[in-house]
């Protein structure tokens, strides 16, 4: 079993920036890739950044350029920087990990979320 917890969420001006982190406990194998989401009011939750164990990373479209994801693998935490933020970043941004477990199976695992907000 996996527990994500994510922190660094708040409000913001547009332009302005903001650094969240997730970080994951319990016991496991591995955590592989870990990514985050976002999703806005009426709107389906969206990929925004994702990483890997290795470090090879995937961002969505709209964030390219100004967000980066990082990860901290002694410490099991990845972060998602993000800058020049918009008022269109604004929703709740939840934490994915898969992990693989002590028998060697891989589970998906999500944080609680944590809400980002853009003032325009």
């Known amino acids: 079993q996996v527990q994500l917890v994510e922190s660094g969420g708040g409000l913001v001006q547009a332009g302005g920036s903001l650094r969240l982190s997730c970080a994951a406990s319990?016991?496991?194998?591995?955590?592989?890739?870990m990514s985050w989401w976002r999703q806005a009011p009426g709107k389906q939750r969206e990929l925004v950044a994702e990483?890997?164990?290795?470090?090879?990373?995937n961002y969505a479209d709209s964030v390219k350029g100004r967000f980066t994801i990082s990860r901290d693998n002694a410490k099991n935490t990845v972060f998602l920087q993000m800058n020049s933020l918009k008022p269109e970043d604004t929703a709740v941004y939840y934490c994915?990990?898969?992990?693989?477990?002590?028998?060697?199976?891989?589970?998906?695992?999500w944080g609680q979320g944590t809400q980002v907000t853009v003032s325009s």
């Open positions: 994915n990990a898969l992990a693989t477990g002590v028998t060697l199976r891989t589970y998906e695992y």
């Open positions: 319990g016991i496991f194998f591995s955590i592989n890739k």
């Open positions: 990483i890997t164990s290795g470090r090879s990373t």
